[in-house]
């Protein structure tokens, strides 16, 4: 985070502008220029005029106008005078002498120290000038040294970036292949799996469906047997009311049951003939079609015979090739053998399904009898209603309770067609398969009434 807001342009910016303003401010600091120290002050001694010393002035300079006559202490020096104007003049030698060594002595002094001051300030510009040229050294050495190592390390995580997204490439690659795999694996597995719950379920389903068959057959038998007696009860029982109520009228229902039951008998025994027709006709179908099956097998072996094809091969083929002819034609006529059986097995198949669906619309037909039976039996064809016809569509549920009852076609008359449907209501429930894949034919089912039945 901190490198990233040290590399920004703005905060770089404002740094260098920092180091410029403290580097002038140094500069100005140091080098100020120092004023040059203030002359000695004049000193002025008064001195009285026997102190004086007085200048001798060339003759020649003064013109005769100029020559005052001396005056009368003038004319005339005394010695003493003189040891007093030799003295003042060795004193004021002497002092110009100090005066001169003095001053020469303060500006050998004051050029020392200017010269002290002049050297200092040289060195002291040399050095700012050097550390300022150190500073701007070590500064480009630091920037070169920040850059390469911003470089190294932009160029260190472009790589590791660069790693990463080849490891992540590589890595992603890996696991589509290893998922590939794995699921080639499970798809077979699951397949496999799939194809054999199939197999169980389709094996169970025919066990299921023959015992389902086998016990409806049972249950058939049963309850034909089961309706024989209940109707031969109930017959006695009609009988015996129709005697107490007159003897005429019950041997006419008398009569009538029995044709009626001599016409069901009949009709059971026409049917069960035309059962055992059909049953035989099938067997005899069978037998052709396994027949034809056998004699088809029989001539593509004998089309394909092994041992004729390796004596014609013998003849033409050389020795080193017999081994190999030999297994080809093995091969081929297995083949043929494999692709019979399974053409055989596919008949075989067709027909059991063809047989089952034919049992299956028998075993529905039959159901729709045992329905229509029912409504029948509690039919009472109301008086003059000859020559009339309905057809009428029932809707049933599960167990054999009817919901509703639409007439597709009226027969005309109310009461004929009242009685269908009290017949229908008085029969419920009616007599449906307990199985619900069978069922589902017998939801709703079409029936034509008739006043001949």
Do not use: C
């Amino acid at each position: 985070m901190i490198s990233r807001y040290l590399n920004s342009p703005l905060v770089q910016s404002l740094l260098l502008h920092t180091a410029l303003m403290a580097a002038l401010w140094l500069f100005s600091a140091h080098f100020v220029p120092t004023l040059p120290p203030a002359s000695s002050p004049l000193q002025a001694t008064l001195v009285s005029s026997s102190q004086a010393t007085p200048v001798a002035v060339p003759s020649e300079v003064l013109s005769p106008e100029a020559v005052t006559p001396p005056t009368p202490s003038q004319q005339k020096p005394t010695a003493s005078d003189t040891l007093a104007l030799n003295k003042e003049k060795a004193d004021k030698e002497q002092k110009t002498k100090e005066d001169k060594l003095a001053k020469e002595k303060a500006d050998k002094e004051q050029k020392t120290k200017e010269d002290k001051l002049a050297k200092e300030k040289a060195d002291k510009e040399q050095k700012t000038k050097e550390d300022k040229l150190a500073k701007e050294k070590a500064d480009k050495e630091q920037k070169a040294k920040e850059d390469k190592l911003a470089k190294e390390k932009a160029d260190k995580e472009q790589k590791t970036k660069a790693d990463k997204l080849a490891k992540e490439k590589a890595d992603k690659k890996q696991k589509a292949k290893e998922d590939k795999l794995a699921k080639e694996k499970a798809d077979k597995e699951q397949k496999a799996k799939a194809d054999k719950l199939a197999k169980e379920k389709a094996d169970k389903e025919q066990k299921a469906k023959a015992d389902k068959l086998a016990k409806e057959k049972a249950d058939k038998e049963q309850k034909v047997k089961e309706d024989k007696l209940a109707k031969e009860k109930a017959d006695k029982e009609q009988k015996a009311q129709q005697d107490k109520l007159a003897k005429e009228k019950v041997d006419k229902e008398q009569k009538a049951k029995e044709d009626k039951l001599a016409k069901e008998k009949a009709d059971k025994e026409q049917k069960a003939k035309e059962d055992k027709l059909a049953k035989e006709k099938a067997d005899k179908e069978q037998k052709a079609k396994e027949d034809a099956a056998r004699k088809k097998l029989q001539e593509a072996l004998n089309k394909n015979n092994i041992d004729k094809e390796m004596a014609a091969l013998e003849k033409k083929i050389k020795a080193e090739k017999e081994a190999q002819l030999r297994k080809s034609a093995e091969q081929a006529a297995q083949k043929e053998a494999d692709r019979l059986a399974q053409a055989q097995a596919k008949a075989d198949q067709q027909e059991a399904n063809d047989k089952a669906d034919k049992a299956k619309d028998d075993l529905v037909n039959k159901y729709k009898k045992r329905i229509y039976d029912a409504i029948k039996r509690e039919w009472s064809i109301p008086p003059q209603s000859a020559e009339l016809s309905a057809q009428v569509r029932i809707v049933l549920l599960p167990d054999g309770e009817v919901r509703s009852i639409l007439f597709l076609k009226r027969s005309g008359n109310s009461a004929f067609d009242a009685s269908i449907v009290a017949a229908i209501e008085k029969a419920s429930p009616l007599p449906v398969p307990a199985d619900a894949a069978l069922f589902s034919q017998f939801r709703s089912v079409t029936f034509n009434f008739s006043s001949k039945d």
